[in-house]
């Protein structure tokens, strides 16, 4: 058998790391763009008797709490809709 040359892998210019990517000129007049607006908890769960917005500070929480919501009324109308097409067919 042969020996075979390891190579070991060499590291990068430091040119190539200290390339930049160019900004477009005009992107320094752009304004950030809020993510999401604030979220109401206290409107989307009217029947809690605590304030969630004081439960729920973080904005990224709020935001996956609306989510959760928003996916369980879906959750509801698709179960709404197998039952009636289940009743329907065995109507038939």
């Given amino acids: 058998m042969t020996e075979q040359e390891s190579t070991t892998p060499q590291p990068a210019p430091e040119e190539a790391l ?4 160019p900004v477009p000129e ?3 007049t752009v304004e950030p763009v809020k993510a999401e607006e604030e979220v109401d908890l206290n ?3 009217p029947n809690e008797e605590t ?6 500070p973080e904005p990224e929480m709020r935001s996956l709490l609306k989510k959760v919501q928003r996916n369980t ?14 009743s329907e067919s065995e109507s038939d």
Avoid at 18 to 21: D, L, N, R
Avoid at 51 to 56: A, R
């Fill in 26 to 28: 005009d992107s320094e």
């Fill in 51 to 56: 304030d969630l917005n004081e439960l729920f």
């Fill in 18 to 21: 200290k390339a930049e990517i």
């Fill in 43 to 45: 409107h989307l769960f």
């Fill in 73 to 86: 009324k879906d959750l509801g109308k698709m179960k709404d809709r197998f039952s009636d097409t289940f």
